[in-house]
């Protein structure tokens, strides 16, 4: 497993802004599919945007288009910018990763998977809590 680290999270006001990391020290991150997701009290874990390891392309969900952004540097780290905060978007954040070569999938299929599912295949980070307060 890659021992995936989330960081970057806390409380914030609603409109307010913060960056989520993911990183490893374990392997490239580079040459992994990447994704985010997070899981509010009560509900399922669902995805929020995902990208890919070989084209670049990215998913990001209906629920947070326009305000959040995924993206990877050269540092080993997989962001995610979160702008525009809403109060439901209070979750626990957690990254994940799936092998091109474990799986095909493009950035859509990731982020739609059930964790149960990607568990099989990839890796999970242990999550950040974000609160946005009203």
């Known amino acids: 497993q890659l021992e995936l680290e989330e960081s970057g999270g806390g409380e914030v006001q609603s409109g307010g802004s913060l960056r989520l990391s993911c990183a490893t020290s374990?392997?490239?991150?580079?040459?992994?599919?990447v994704g985010w997701f997070r899981q509010a009290p009560g509900k399922e874990r669902e995805g929020v945007s995902c990208?890919?390891?070989?084209?670049?392309?990215t998913f990001i969900d209906d629920s947070v288009k326009g305000r959040f952004t995924i993206s990877r540097d050269n540092t080993n780290t997989v962001y995610l910018q979160m702008n525009s905060l809403k109060p439901e978007d209070t979750a626990v954040y957690y990254c994940?990763?799936?092998?091109?070569?474990?799986?095909?999938?493009?950035?859509?299929?990731?982020?739609?998977?059930?964790?149960?599912?990607?568990?099989?295949?990839?890796?999970w980070g242990r999550g950040t809590q974000v609160t946005v307060s009203s």
């Open positions: 994940a990763e799936i092998a091109p070569w474990k799986r095909t999938i493009t950035p859509q299929q990731m982020c739609t998977m059930r964790p149960e599912d990607l568990s099989a295949v990839g890796s």
């Open positions: 374990k392997f490239v991150l580079g040459y992994y599919h």
């Open positions: 990208i890919s390891s070989t084209d670049g392309t």
